[in-house]
Nanobody, 126 residues
Framework: QVQLVESGGGLVQAGGSLRLSCAASGRTFRSITMGWFRQAPGKEREFVTAISWGGGSTVSADSVKGRFTISRYNAKNTVYLQMNSLKPEDTGVYYC???????????????????WGQGTQVTVSS
């Protein structure tokens, strides 16, 4: 079992940056794919970005490519989401998720993830 806790959300102006963190419990962290999803008010949850269990492969939604970067530090059981050039449309609750173990590629579908955090709010003002 893996428990995930997100932190780092907040209010930022358009064009600004935030870094989200997701701390995981359990020894299986280093074997699972990690992803970030988000849900805007009144919308369905959507995929943002994901990183393979070894950290060598990432995949991102087109809407965040070139602005968001996912990384992981297995020694600290933590995954990060660096968000730059934020836009008002990036506003939402950001969820950290974990799936696997040992998936060959990072996944974009919610059904591929078994563990979810409680979410952290990101608000980008215009």
């Amino acid at each position: 079992q893996v428990q995930l806790v997100e932190s780092g959300g907040g209010l930022v102006q358009a064009g600004g940056s935030l870094r989200l963190s997701c701390a995981a419990s359990g020894r299986t962290f280093r074997s699972i794919t990690m992803g970030w999803f988000r849900q805007a008010p009144g919308k369905e949850r959507e995929f943002v970005t994901a990183i393979s269990w070894g950290g060598g492969s990432t995949v991102s939604a087109d809407s965040v490519k070139g602005r968001f970067t996912i990384s992981r530090y297995n020694a600290k059981n933590t995954v990060y989401l660096q968000m730059n050039s934020l836009k008002p449309e990036d506003t939402g609750v950001y969820y950290c998720a974990g799936g696997g173990p040992f998936l060959p590629t990072p996944r974009t579908r919610e059904q591929d993830y078994d563990y979810w955090g409680q979410g952290t709010q990101v608000t980008v003002s215009s």
